[in-house]
């Protein structure tokens, strides 16, 4: 448990002099230094619990190849491993305070780490926040590491168990589309091709064709975040792994995938490793395809719901609130529309991340705090979108399947179903009087005497449109014959 502390200040000292640190606080000088430089955004790495994991992992994965290899003393190790686990558990949240976005290529972010875990093992160890002497940040609890191995891989083990959390959120929102395909299965309607009219299909086919789409994204999201899950540690600064002991590397990303069950694997150059932020792009860009598939979906469901009288009025979407202060009575589709947006915003954050990884200069890269920010707000906002969707619009969204019904019966075009049946000729002297006329192809079938009632109904039914089908029906005439 933390010590109970006053509201005074310790002193601690970096190469640049002294700062006064608040007693309460597990952080440190360095943390100190980047909480004055980088006032920035809102978004603090306390914001990131599953980031803040990964490194608590990755300090922890680092303790036990140092442990192994005789470089941390048993009583050092079982404080930094006590602490790390704490924070592995989500607790000492509270004391990552730094900003996401910052200089330094991520300094910040891992001093951080290393002075909360240095302080919470002082504790441990039954010694005073900042009596560095008998445990330290940087020789103790960074030790064997640089902010340049050390900071990307707790990215990447983040986003890797955020991904899990995404896809969690995710499945639940694609399970809520194949319900609406089951339910509307029956419910025949126009498909559409560049906006006109195409050929009929099934209202649940429409919603389950949403529900495949989507699903498809999942095995990318795997492919990308099991990318994430090549690591740089033992580059330490450039990738020679100076400051590293020999079988350290592979010894700490031995402890890395014991402490996950994640096949945590170490790279094959870590001079490469060491700038390359390419597998921060690739799950950026699998956020970005799943968010553009959710971005069109959602635009249908405007289309598909734009009414109430004079649009397509295929569905209704829940109504969540008035739509407007001068119109009375009327009702926006407000949910498909948020999520457009974030679709968008996760759109803008990939091309961010693009940018942040082609600014890798020589053997580093230090825009990597952006990258992470990006695809870690990413999951977030996606994860509330998908709840949103879900809960507010999806799960009560209802057909008006009289007006799909009287569309189909409308629409010139479903004279290509009717083709194989009647013929070429036929099909297109119907279109032709359906255009000049106003009157629907269905009813000029039956005035010219081209199929009979029953005939036509077979033809026009739900499960001879929606699939192949072969029907012995014959024309009774050829119009113009």
């Known amino acids: 448990m933390e010590k109970k502390c006053n509201s005074g200040f310790r002193k601690e000292s970096d190469l640049l002099g002294t700062v006064n640190v608040p007693e309460c606080a597990l952080y440190g000088v360095q943390t100190m230094r980047g909480l004055e430089n980088f006032e920035i955004s809102k978004f603090r790495l306390s914001d990131y619990p599953l980031f803040v994991k990964g490194l608590a992992i ?12 005789g470089l941390l003393p048993e009583e050092k190790y079982k404080a930094i491993s006590e602490a790390c686990r704490e924070i592995i558990d989500g607790k000492l949240l509270d004391q990552f305070p730094v900003d996401m976005i910052q200089g330094g290529a991520g300094t910040t972010t891992n001093m951080n780490a290393n002075e909360v875990i240095a302080n919470r093992a002082l504790e441990i160890m039954g ?14 609890v960074n030790r064997s590491q640089s902010t340049n191995d050390a900071y990307p891989t707790a990215i990447h083990i983040g986003l890797a168990l955020d991904n899990e959390r995404l896809k969690k959120h995710f499945r639940i929102l694609i399970d809520s589309f194949r319900k609406k395909g089951e339910e509307f299965k029956s419910i025949l309607k126009i498909g559409r091709t560049q906006l006109e009219d195409a050929v009929p299909m099934t209202l649940g086919q429409e919603f389950e064709g949403f529900a495949a789409a989507l699903e ?3 095995k990318h999201l795997d492919e990308a975040a099991d990318d994430l899950l090549v690591v740089n540690m033992g580059a330490t600064a450039i990738g020679t792994g100076i400051c590293a002991e020999p079988g350290y590397a592979e010894k700490c990303v031995a402890a890395l995938k014991e402490i996950t069950g994640m096949d945590v694997r170490l790279s094959k150059d870590l001079i490469g490793a060491t700038w390359d932020t ?3 792009v690739g799950y950026s860009s ?3 395809r799943l968010a553009t598939k959710l971005s069109k979906i959602c635009n249908d469901l405007r289309i598909l719901a734009s009414g109430p009288r004079c649009g397509l009025g295929e569905i209704n979407l829940p109504a969540r609130q008035p739509g407007s202060s001068i119109m009375p009575g009327k009702i926006n589709p407000v949910i498909p529309e948020v999520m457009t947006q974030i679709c968008y915003k996760v759109i803008g954050n990939d091309v961010c991340v693009s940018m942040a990884s082609e600014a890798a200069q020589m053997e580093l890269n230090a825009m990597e705090p952006i990258t992470a920010q990006c695809n870690f707000e990413s999951i977030d906002i996606l994860i509330n979108g998908f709840e949103t ?9 209802t057909a008006n399947e009289a007006k799909c019904l009287k569309d189909v019966h409308n629409s010139i075009s479903i004279v290509t179903a009717l083709n194989p049946v009647i013929g070429y000729k036929n099909s297109t002297e119907i279109a032709k009087l359906a255009l000049n006329t106003g009157k629907s192809v269905y009813q000029l079938v039956l005035d010219l005497g081209v199929l009979k009632k029953d005939e036509l109904d077979k033809v026009l039914s739900p499960e001879n449109m929606i699939r192949p089908v072969k029907l012995d029906i014959k024309p009774r005439k050829v119009l113009g014959a």
């Open 58 to 69: 990755t300090k922890l994965g680092a303790a036990m190849a140092n442990h192994e290899l």
């Open 216 to 218: 498809d994204e999942i």
């Open 286 to 288: 699998a956020l970005k």
């Open 389 to 397: 969707l879900r809960k507010n619009c999806v799960e009560g969204i």
């Open 127 to 140: 010694h005073k926040r900042g009596e560095y002497k008998y445990l330290s940040p940087n020789d103790d």
């Open 278 to 280: 390419s597998s921060m």
